[in-house]
């Protein structure tokens, strides 16, 4: 039992959604229980933080850590995995580029705390409570995780070793790479462990889709409805597939919602946003400044669309001015 | 303008994209008329303003230009075309985005610029480099630092209790 | 910064051009500052690098040191961008692992500031020391030239480069949009300063565009596209309707007389309006080629439908066809050569003298016809009203050098006026006056000429004329005053004069702007196109394949127009004798297995080099047809497409070279 390799499994800023892909894979997760020791996954597991601390440096093969970096106790743990873990892998899109919760690099964190705690509609809190990090209560001090300003990656936090990508990751990338790390062939330090080309490979609708499209508008969905039988993007809908790496078996496509590139860019491309916004807006058809802006209303909040799951690891990171 | 009897102050500095029929050729064409103009801009040669990548434009301001420039040919007047047109529809969605981002739009400009005008060059160029002058340093390279300063605030104090827990 | 590679050996050198570059920059200090930079092995700062002992260095080093890349920091890679590259391949190198820094044009000559200056050209040398160790190495690729050339024009300009390629043997296209060629020059009496009748030197050349067998003549025709790129273009070229069918008609004009038009009534073109003609006509008796043709806007056929059509009948040879329409044809040429010549300035454009409202007003042009032996009165110069002017007045700088009209210097106008001057004199004995601002007679002889004419007694007045207008002390003569100041004795003179000639300037044709869009080369903001270099390559566009000859490039006179004429010939010749030409090796193309197949390439090129390979389900890139413009490289949005020269880790680099000054910015401490 002890001759297996160990592995852990832990979330930062995360949903869940990547523990969840974990479960999913069904009868296979036998097949992983009875090839690795997991030494930690606090979802599944009933193992504590110092029972990994009691480990030796290096001993665990592969922690798969899922979640963006917020809070203080984040970056503990990570630290302290990548101390004690061979391999560290960014599970999912939050580990990999920061996720839905990295949007809130868009707003200062007093912004989100107020309006989380006072602004919001559904709040009543007329005294204006806040949490606190340090609280004594009858000699007895109980700390909370310090919350950062700035939402980040795994890597820009720890060194990371390989990342697979998705919101969640489908249950095949997943077993592909523990397959890979059973049997020690493993691809370059920095490698996305996902096929390294965009979604429209994979996408049942791909032709459909026009070689001489033009957007005279963009369209959001629940505006709108979908035509199941064509490629989305043909229809004026912001599917990000082909700025997007495939693996996922163009899932949301299938179900007729648009890509919104959780599987983040391909190897090719440092900015998805950016690379998406490019290609999109060259077959806007309009030339005239006024043109091109009236057909561009559709597009009502560019950051939310094209770093939906990427904002802290984009060129820019986080809003500038905050 | 930076004067050298003082301690050396800041002045922007502005990446461009000049595309190589007209804008490159009109800065060109400012120095063989010895047009002077401001120093502050840092030319980068592509063929057409269509080649310009969004990706290079944040990646100029990630790596701490001040402002980015892209010159191309006049509407109609594409080298390749219409290359100039895609180059403008991808630019009115960028500085959109950018401007959401919190980078104030004069920081990002898209000029139309014939072989021909050569004091065009100037007169973007001064105007540019006195709008950036006046907004001040963007500075992301020292900004991305200064964010990380909490992760280093956090490091020690970790470091610290995990050498309170092993004694 | 984190780039180094053993593989990677850069040689830098910065040119001190003389003073130009090392009077502004610290050409020691960036030498000294590149050698710290990572993978450079050699700095040198050198006296001129484009002379031999300067690629004599690069070449040495890179075999003594192993060099594997190459920057230089000169002037514009417009100018000797080539000549390094060649020194890089001299060396052993391929000649794509050589990057040009543009520290001359881009930055000494255009700033003031020394210690900036040097700055600017550290952060530019660096960018093109991290892009360097990413080139790969390339080839340029050969493109046949097709030997046919189209001539656009048949002016004197295209008239001189059609002949001269014909007689080495070339087939050549001369599109003329007129019914005949000859173009302004045909119009002219005399030409300065020589004073040899223009028609004399001209009409041979005319015929023998005619008669050439290596000349297709296409006039009352022209282009209305053009597609494709050096060494094969396609044009499309319109042939207007003259309602006669060319092949038949002999100019025996016999339609014109059997015009149901007894009398000639209306203005005559080619006469600038001084004589009438009938709605069938020849343009002037020499028209190249001798083929009438009718005007439907004057033409009772086609105004009413009601004419008896005399013409039709008249005409033995059937030649006369009324229901012809406009026929398009397709040629495939290899070159260009643009001579599509100049406007003069529509003298209205300067009211204040009175053209077009005083009878007594002409325009140089019409001079030029009402002097001309075979012009609407045979060579006598009578005024609108019928009288003989006694006293004439030549109004210098019409439409030129004036910011309301046109900035630049004509060129022509003082030596056409002497000329004008010479020969009104000499046909009506009137007393001439010559207004003038500045007298510009540069060329050879022409000062000569200037003087001698003066000496005939002409006088000239040194002040830019300010009115014209009737003189009302003398309503018999109609005499008009030209008012003055005469700057020499710093007086307003008032000059009664019988007649005014206004000696109007060049300017851009009208179209100018659509042809260039259709030819894809550039023009300055007035119109006139602009050569590659003005000294280097004077006759080439930015665009390969495509020369200029004549005035369409700027005002000229008639001896620099055809020096220029053949000049574009020569360079044509040299294109076509070579048989190829190498182009950039800046083409896109696509990793098939990393496309996605998403098809957002496709539509952004505008000459189909992109298409969508069905059975692969995958874009692919003709190269062949590909221009390297890049426009779908930074449209992927997965990043599988991929432009030679212009690859994203090469901007990427030099963004990030130009971005890395703070290391260096302690450095920089000037005294």
């Known amino acids: 039992m002890s001759e297996k390799p160990k592995i852990a499994l832990y979330w930062c800023a995360s949903c869940g959604g990547c523990e969840e892909s974990v479960v999913d894979l069904a009868e296979d997760i036998l097949f992983v229980v009875d090839n690795v020791d997991i030494v930690l996954w606090p979802v599944g597991l009933d193992f504590k933080k110092k029972d990994v601390e009691a480990m030796p440096d290096g001993s665990i093969v592969a922690s798969l850590i899922n979640g963006a970096i917020r809070t203080t106790e984040q970056e503990e743990m990570a630290r302290m995995l990548r101390r004690k873990s061979q391999v560290v892998i960014a599970y999912g899109a939050c580990a990999q580029l920061g996720g839905i919760p990295g949007l809130a690099n868009q707003f200062s964190l007093e912004t989100i705390l107020k309006f989380v705690y006072e602004e919001a509609p559904s709040v009543v809190n007329e005294l204006k409570t806040r949490p606190l990090e340090r609280f004594k209560d009858n000699g007895r001090t109980t700390e909370l995780p310090g919350l950062w300003n700035v939402v980040r990656t795994l890597d820009q936090v720890i060194d990371v070793e390989y990342y697979i990508p998705g919101c969640p990751p489908s249950p095949k990338l997943l077993k592909e790479a523990v397959l890979a790390l059973l049997s020690g062939h493993l691809p370059p330090v920095g490698t996305v462990l996902a096929p390294d080309i965009a979604l429209c490979e994979e996408c049942s609708k791909k032709d459909t889709k026009p070689t001489d499209l033009k ?57 998805q946003g950016a690379k998406f916004l490019s290609s999109i807006s060259s077959s806007i058809g309009a030339d005239s400044v006024e043109d091109i802006d009236k057909i561009l209303v559709g597009i009502p909040d560019p950051v939310g669309t094209f770093y939906r799951y990427g904002l802290p690891g984009s060129m820019l990171k986080r809003k500038v001015v905050l | ?96 985005m950018t401007t959401d981002m919190g980078i104030e739009p004069d920081r990002l400009r898209l000029e139309w610029i014939s072989a021909s005008e050569g004091d065009k060059v100037r007169v973007v160029v001064n105007d540019m480099v006195s709008k950036v002058t006046k907004l001040g340093p963007l500075g992301l390279p020292d900004k991305f630092k200064s964010w990380d300063e909490e992760m280093k605030i956090f490091e020690h104090s970790i470091e610290e209790k995990e050498v309170f827990e092993h004694v | 910064m984190e780039k180094k590679n053993g593989q990677i050996r850069i040689g830098f050198y910065i040119c001190h051009c003389g003073s130009n570059i090392a009077s502004m920059v610290d050409v020691a200090k960036v030498s000294e500052y590149a050698a710290s930079l990572p993978n450079v092995v050699v700095s040198k700062d050198y006296k001129y690098m484009c002379s031999d002992p300067g690629q004599e260095m690069i070449i040495n080093d ?7 890349r190459v920057v230089v920091a000169a002037c514009s890679p417009f100018l000797h961008e080539n000549t390094f590259r060649n020194a890089t391949f001299q060396g052993g190198l391929n000649q794509f692992y050589f990057q040009m820094v543009n520290t001359r044009e881009h930055n000494a000559w255009v700033h003031l500031e020394a210690m900036a200056t ?110 494709g790129f050096v060494g094969s273009y396609k044009a499309k070229i319109k042939h207007k309707p003259r309602y006669i069918i060319e092949e038949l008609c002999v100019g025996c004009n016999d339609c014109i007389e059997a015009c149901v038009y007894k009398e000639a009534r209306f203005l005559d073109e080619f006469n600038q309006g001084l004589s009438k003609r009938k709605p069938v006509y020849m343009p002037f008796p020499q028209a190249t080629p001798q083929i009438v043709l009718i005007d439907p806007e004057t033409c009772i056929h086609f105004k009413s439908a009601k004419c008896s059509q005399t013409c039709v009948t008249s005409c033995e040879r059937n030649a006369v066809d009324l229901q012809q329409q406009p026929r398009f044809e397709e040629i495939e040429v290899g070159t260009v050569i643009v001579a599509t010549g100049f406007k003069p300035v529509d003298a209205r454009k300067v009211p204040y003298y009175g053209y077009g ?68 004199k000499e046909h009506t004995g009137a007393d001439i006056y010559n207004f003038y601002i500045d007298m510009r007679t540069p060329g050879k002889m022409m000062e000569e000429f200037y003087n001698r004419i003066a000496e005939e007694g002409m006088k000239f007045i040194r002040g830019r004329v300010a009115d014209i207008y009737p003189d009302r002390d003398d309503p018999q003569r109609k005499r008009l005053i030209v008012k003055a100041e005469d700057t020499l004795i710093q007086e307003i003179i008032k000059i009664p004069v019988d007649m005014v000639v206004l000696s109007t300037g060049l300017e851009p044709r009208e179209d100018a702007q659509e042809v260039r869009r259709m030819l894809n080369i550039t023009c300055s903001t007035e119109g006139f ?28 006179d008639i001896p620099d127009t055809v020096a220029q004429a053949g000049a574009a010939a020569a360079e044509v010749l040299a294109l076509i004798d070579k048989g190829y030409i190498e182009i950039e090796p800046n083409t896109a193309y696509i990793n098939e297995e990393e496309c996605s197949g998403c098809k957002s390439c496709v539509p952004l090129c505008p000459y189909t080099a992109i298409s969508y390979i069905e059975e692969k389900k995958k874009a692919f890139i003709n190269e062949a047809l590909c221009k390297g413009c890049g426009t779908c490289v930074a449209a992927c949005p997965s990043g599988s497409i991929i432009q030679n020269l212009f690859e994203d880790e090469e901007i990427f680099s030099e963004i990030e070279g130009i971005l890395n000054f703070r290391n260096i910015q302690r450095e920089m401490s000037y005294a």
């Open chain 3, 357 to 424: 409202n005083f009878p007594g007003v002409y325009t140089a042009l019409e001079v030029e016809r009402l002097i001309n032996a075979s012009g609407p009165t045979q060579g006598e110069v009578v005024l609108r009203d019928g009288s003989h002017p006694k006293t004439i007045g030549i109004v210098h700088c019409v439409g030129s050098r004036d910011k309301h009209t046109n900035q630049w210097c004509s060129r022509v106008c003082c030596l056409y006026s002497v000329k004008l001057a010479h020969l009104l």
């Open chain 3, 529 to 556: 196109y602009i050569e590659r270099h003005p000294k280097l390559a004077p006759v080439n566009t930015f665009t390969d394949g495509i020369f200029l000859a004549g005035c369409c490039q700027g005002p000229k």
């Open chain 3, 62 to 68: 890179i075999k003594e040191n192993n060099l594997t």
């Open chain 2, 1 to 96: 303008m930076p004067n050298h009897n003082t301690e050396k102050q800041w002045t922007p500095k502005i990446v461009a994209f000049f595309c190589n029929w007209c804008t490159y050729t009109a800065a060109d064409l400012a120095g063989v008329s010895r047009i002077k103009h401001a120093p502050n801009i840092r030319v980068i040669r592509v063929m057409c303003s269509g080649r310009v990548d969004p990706q290079f434009l944040l990646d100029a301001f990630a790596k701490g230009a001040d402002g980015v420039l892209i010159g191309g040919c006049h509407p109609g007047d594409c080298h390749y075309i219409e290359g100039n047109y895609k180059c403008l529809r991808r630019f009115q969605l960028l500085q959109k």
């Open chain 3, 118 to 227: 040097t700055e600017k050209a550290l952060d530019l040398v660096r960018a093109a020391i991290y892009r360097v160790a990413e080139h790969k190495p390339l080839e340029r690729k050969k493109v046949p030239i097709h030997p046919d050339v189209l001539v656009l024009g048949g002016g004197i300009a295209g008239i001189h480069s059609a002949l001269t390629l014909a007689n080495a043997g070339k087939k050549v296209y001369l599109v003329e949009r007129e019914p005949t060629i000859g173009g302004h020059m045909a119009m002219f009496d005399k030409t300065f300063p020589t004073l040899d009748c223009a028609a004399c030197i001209l009409t041979p050349k005319m015929s023998a565009v005619k008669n050439h067998p290596n000349i297709v003549l296409w006039t009352y025709a022209e282009i209305v596209g053009l597609d």
């Open chain 1, 215 to 271: 957007f005279e508008s963009f369209k959001r969905t629940h505006l709108w409805e979908v035509d199941p039988e064509k490629c989305l993007l043909s229809q004026g809908f912001l599917c990000m597939g082909p700025a997007t790496r495939s693996g996922c078996g163009a899932l949301c496509v299938e179900g007729n919602m648009p890509c919104t590139g959780c599987y983040g860019p391909t190897s090719r491309v440092r900015d």
